[in-house]
């Protein structure tokens, strides 16, 4: 199985992503990550869609996807051309000696504490997919409390954009 990210561009009013949602349940595909966000034009908005699947599926997909009124638009997104993050908020034990480790560590990964507690600390870290779990593996041995992650983001490089 294949990972694919989907730059899906559609009208932004209220049933939009529960259509696109209802179109992947209904025909048993998972999708591994959505995010949703409205675009510079307000009558818009971009989803970034993660599946799991071989050709045949992402073909599916993409011709399912066109057939909804509300999609403008419709990009398979390529790694080697697209710019792709994700955001995590990781909430680790740290008191004592091991809090300078981890600062220490969130430093090289260019990750942020941006909450700071007696006994826990915030890191918000920004990046690749594999750089967010490296950071993840490297700070399990203090104790993650808790984390959550946004969701892959991607955009095109260069200057083409989506209408």
């Given amino acids: 199985m294949e990972k694919y990210v989907l730059s899906v561009l559609v009208e932004n009013h209220a049933g939009v992503l529960s259509r696109v949602s209802g ?3 209904r025909r048993g595909y998972n999708i591994d990550s959505l995010t949703v966000c409205e675009t510079n034009n ?3 908005s971009r989803m970034t869609i993660v599946v799991k699947g071989d050709e045949y599926i992402l073909e599916q997909i993409e011709k399912q996807l066109s057939k909804l009124v509300e999609v403008i638009s419709i990009k398979h997104c390529h790694s ?12 680790v034990k740290a008191s004592g000696e091991s809090r300078a480790v981890i600062i220490e560590t969130c430093n090289i ?3 942020h504490i941006v909450d700071v507690g ?19 593996r490297l ?6 409390l808790e984390f959550v992650k946004t969701g892959l983001t991607a955009m095109g490089r260069g200057e083409e954009v989506m209408n």
């Fill in 23 to 25: 179109l992947f349940s």
């Fill in 42 to 44: 307000p009558g818009q």
């Fill in 80 to 91: 080697h051309d697209t710019c792709e993050r994700e955001t995590a908020l990781i909430k």
């Fill in 109 to 111: 990964f260019r990750a």
């Fill in 118 to 136: 007696l006994t826990s600390v915030i890191v918000e870290a920004t990046g690749s997919e594999d750089k967010i779990e490296s950071l993840i």
């Fill in 139 to 144: 700070l399990e041995p203090f104790g993650i």
